[in-house]
């Protein structure tokens, strides 16, 4: 079945250091891959998405992401988080169909000072 | 351009109501979605529309209907509200380019 899965629920990082949220998918082909973030109360916001090619991609915010087809994974980095980088992050895959869109359970990020 | 916006923001309903919940967009995409979202749960699509008069299920379809008359309006129906449809609930739709604009989202609690 297809599914994709956020392995961490909470992640707490401090100011400045670096942030890796992982991201793994099962699917019988290489589907489309995209990260949102959610602020309370908002709605999502696109940080970047991976349709082919280059496996690094860049995103918004200084964020990027490294698709590892072997490792079936999309995991999404920052080299160095800011408060403002709190809230909640959303892994998605979606196939050819951009409409049948599935995501993560999300991992909400607290930042400390 | 407002881009995706939902009616109501909130709302209360008694088991067995039904109601609708609105979005419209005015960026000319053809494709929109609904989703829902839960704790823990992340977003689960409901039901999909890939231009006026044409729809499908979604991952968790069963107790909403949507139809798709005009580009612009996608209303998702909830037919007989029950305790389990209580979720927030968002509207997005879809550019050429595969990138979901989503709606501020729509609180719906059933009691």
């Known amino acids: 079945a297809q599914s994709v899965t956020q392995p961490d629920i909470h992640i707490t990082v401090s100011e400045g250091a670096s942030l890796e949220l992982r991201c793994n998918y099962s699917?019988?082909?290489?589907?489309?891959l995209f990260w949102y973030v959610q602020s309370p109360g908002q709605g999502l916001q696109l940080l970047l998405k991976?349709?082919?090619?280059?496996?690094l991609v860049q995103g918004i915010k200084g964020f990027e992401a490294e698709f590892k087809r072997s490792q079936s994974s999309f995991n999404l980095r920052k080299p160095s988080v800011h408060w403002s980088d709190a809230a909640e992050y959303f892994c998605?895959?979606?196939?050819?169909?951009?409409?049948?869109?599935?995501f993560g359970a999300g991992t909400r990020l607290t930042v400390k000072p | 351009n407002a881009g995706v916006t939902q009616t109501p923001k909130f709302q209360v309903l008694k088991t067995g109501q039904s109601m609708t919940l609105q979005c419209a967009q005015d960026?000319?995409?053809?494709?929109m979605s609904w989703y829902r979202q839960d704790p823990g749960m992340g977003l689960r699509l409901i039901h999909y529309?890939?231009?006026?008069?044409?729809?499908d299920q979604g991952e968790v379809p069963n107790g909403y209907n949507v139809s798709r008359s005009t580009t612009e309006d996608f209303p998702l129906r909830l037919l007989s509200a029950a305790p389990s449809q209580t979720s927030v609930y968002f509207c997005?739709?879809?550019?050429?380019?595969?990138?979901?604009?989503f709606g501020p989202g729509t609180r719906l609690t059933v009691t």
């Open positions: 529309s890939v231009g006026a008069g044409i729809t």
């Open positions: 997005a739709s879809i550019d050429v380019g595969g990138e979901q604009y």
């Open positions: 991976y349709f082919s090619g280059d496996t």
């Open positions: 699917y019988g082909a290489t589907p489309y």
């Open positions: 998605a895959v979606a196939l050819y169909n951009n409409n049948d869109m599935r």
């Open positions: 960026m000319n995409h053809e494709y």
